[in-house]
Structure formats: C-alpha cells, structure tokens
RNA sequence: GCGGUCGUGGUGAAGUUGGUUAACACUCUGGAUUGUGGCUCCAGCAUUCGUGGGUUCGAGUCCCAUCGAUCGCCCCA
C-alpha cells in the first residue's frame, strides 16, 4: 500500500488554519444577516444540465467541471449559482416576497492546475437576491461584499465595474466583435486568435495586444447599449457614489459566466501577495437564469468570494486576529484516575465550564505543564486528602491565589474566580 | 491543458565535486531527593531523505518515471 494523500488541489483544514476559516465564515453569516439574508446549502452535485446549459462557452462549464455517474449525466458544482436558481425555482421561493435574499458558504470544484489561490475544492462564500430588477438592489448587493472585506480589515482592494447591457445587446456586441476581429485577425496574437471563437470580449482584456491599434478601434459597449440601460447602469453608479464606495468603471470588464446581463462587478486585490489570482470576488446580475429553470420572469443579482484568497490576503495584510483558546480550568489528578477526578470534572461541565483533566499516569510537574499549554484559567488538585474529605483545591492561576472547596460548592467558588478575570 | 522551479522528522531547515552512525533550532517525551508549573540544565525522539525504478563497489546527493507543492500562461473565486 502506497502512502496515501489527499487529492491534487485539495487540502485537509484543521487547527488554526480551520479556526481562522470559521471566523470568516461566522463573520460572513452575521453580516448577511444584517442585510436580511437567509442561508441555503444546496447538494454539492447536481444534473448536469443545472450546470451547463445552452450556448455556455465559458471554460468552467465545459473544460473545468468535475463529471460523476456512469451515465455522465452529474456534476459537482464549479459555482453556487446555478444550484441555488434550481432550488429557488423548485421550491417555489418566488412566492415570497421580494427581493427573497440568500447567502451561502459552500465548497465548489474545479479541475484548473492548481496554484496560489486557486484550488480544485475550494470555499465561496456569496449571496443571491432575487426579485424585480432594481438599481438600487445592484448597488447594495456591491455594498455587502465591499464593506465585508473592509469589515475584515482588508486594504488593498479595487472595485471595478461594468454593465453588459440586456442580453440582446450582450449577444449583439459580441458579434460585432467576432465580425470586426475576424476582419483583423492577423493583428492578434495567437491567445486572442482563439479567443475570437471561445470568448471575444476576452480579446478586449488581452495585455499583448493592449496597445495595439485594432484594440484600440474595436467597437464599443456603448453603441450596442440601449439607452434603458445606459441610465440603468448610471442610477447604479450614483447609488455607489452616496455609499461612498470607490469604484473604476471598467469597459473591457467581462466575467466568465454567460448568464450575466447589465451589472458586472469584481473586486480585486491590489496585494503582491495574491499573486495571479487577484480576484478576491465577482458577481453580476441575470435576468435570464430563473426562466431557464421554468421559473417566472424574475431577475437576480449576486457575487461569491474566495474564502481561501480571503485568507491569504488577511494573512499578508496581518489582520488575522489569532484568538488564544483558553480553558476554565484544568483538573490535575495526583490518585492516578480515581473514579472522583472524572466525576468532578462531569458536574463542572455540566454546569457550563470548559474543563480538561489528566487521564494519564504523570508527575505533578507533567500535569502543570499541561496546566501552562491550554492556557487554564484555573487549577482543580485532587490527592488522596481531597478524596477523602470530598474537596477540591483550587487555585486561580493569575493570582496565585488557592483555596480548599467543598464539592457542593465549587461550581460557585469556580464561578467566581472565572467569572473575576473575565471582568478585568 | 502548457512551460519553469522544487520535494529531507510535527515545524523551520543544514547536508561540499555521490563515500562509514542524516547537523542545528523549535515542538514533543522523560529526568534534575517522591503535592505546585510557565525560566534553566541534562537525556531521548527521522532503520531514512515524497513514491517507484535505474546507474554505481557505494546515492539524500546522478538519470528516468510518478505523485505532490510552487510560479507563470490559460481561466477564475
């Protein structure tokens, strides 16, 4: 038998690494809560077809999904999305009232080459509201994601923004693109040559070509937006300017997934140590997505963040709060476990008390020394005289102070002496 | 999917042009006159160098494969 590990681009979380990850996630959940979401989960696979649908040329649908079933016929989720759409629509979610707001914390999967703050199972953590399209819905949406990031201490971020436009000017555009490219296709290097069939706008984005003069003349959004959304996209931009969220427009921006219309946004990291993946979260609004899944005509606008690029970045920025665990107290057992030392140990956590005992056969000085590393408040000795007499010592380790207690008194004695240092 | 770099214990790592017992530090375990620690001192802890194969009298050190990490491309969170 080989050495087993775990699989190419995906990792095992415990201990502090698992600690910091809950505390954004339970950050994350309080916060969407205060802008009045709901948390889903959704099944990690699904049909295919939730998935990739119609016309879908983005490279996480068709090159980059996980396929599962002898037939072929599941995946698991490249992306939140498009599980929580088929779930709002089957479940009817739409006969609240609107907007009907959900948040999610959720692993995804994606076969990429593995890299700095990309991995195959990896954390998004997004929201999704649903309902009539409104400006200012685009604009708090936005709002939440930004002022979390800053909410965790991060500094060096970007927001950039964008409007595609309705659908039909989405596809018009992008023909026109494939039309003028393709009249100039020597020009392009050989990147953008292919991406003239898979994704035209991408060329747009292209830092070869940046300088070159056909990219320069290519056809703007603005002439295939009607004016609708023009304004549209201006309302929401006004909306950001009142929440005092720095943001650069950003033409060329385009994101990966098919399904967005009018408002695009990502908001990325300005820090070296993000490295290539600088895209801390994205997210637009689609219009399109619940009526693929036989739902009625309702819009829908959302971002989901990468929880692993979260931390990387809080990391480099040093605003993790490395919270220092600590326990009530800890029950040193000098009887070699007599059945007293785990009774007394049960009725203080009974009683709420975050307790540890020595179980093991060791010297006093052994047991102190575990007393030091789990950071114990207090400390409970037990000897054969204490066993006898139905007591406790109990000595408070900040003070040095230490007493003789009755059993029947202790969870109030210790009370008291943890109770003290939480005060000062 | 393509290209570059790398892979030594729980951790950080040293290991010369291949040559007997794989440095050092932290952590951990035990001890320093038998009920009071966090300091100090002493001792111990990798049959083995990601894995498999090859070259050689001899390989952590060379070659091949494979797995993984990392950086860039691509893509995206």
Known sequence: MPKLQSIKGAYDLFGSNLNKFNQVKALFRQYCENYGYHEIETPV???????????????MVNKEM???????????????????????????????EAPYKLFYAEKMYRKERPQKGRQREFTQIGVENLGPKKAIIDAETIALGYYFIKLLGLNDIEVLINTLGDYESR???????????GHNIECLCDDCKKRLHTNPLRILDCKVDNQNDVLQKAPKIDEYLTAEAKNYFKEVLSY???????YKVEQRLV???DYYTDTVFEVVSTNDASGAQSTLFGGGRYDNLVEYFEGPATSGIGFAMGLERLLILMEAEGVISEDTEEIDTYIIDLTNSNPYVLKVASILRNNGFKVELNVYDRKLKAQFKSVARLNAKTVIIIGEDEIKEATVMLKNIETQEQIKVNL?????????????????
Do not use: Q
Request: proline fraction near 2%; avoid cysteine; aromatic fraction near 10%.
């Open 171 to 181: 596809k018009n555009y992008t023909e026109a693109l494939k039309a003028y490219f």
């Open 45 to 59: 696979f699904e049909d295919l077809r939730v998935f990739k649908r119609e016309g879908d040329t983005s490279d």
């Open 408 to 424: 029947d008194e202790l969870v109030d004695k210790l009370e008291e002496m943890v109770g003290n240092d939480i005060d000062e």
């Open 240 to 246: 950001l300017d009142i929440l005092e969220i720095p």
């Open 66 to 96: 996980y396929v599962l079933g002898n037939d072929h016929k599941m995946g698991l989720r490249p992306e939140g999305t498009a599980g929580i759409i088929r779930a709002y629509v089957e479940h009817k979610m739409y006969v609240n």
């Open 255 to 257: 994101r990966g997934l």
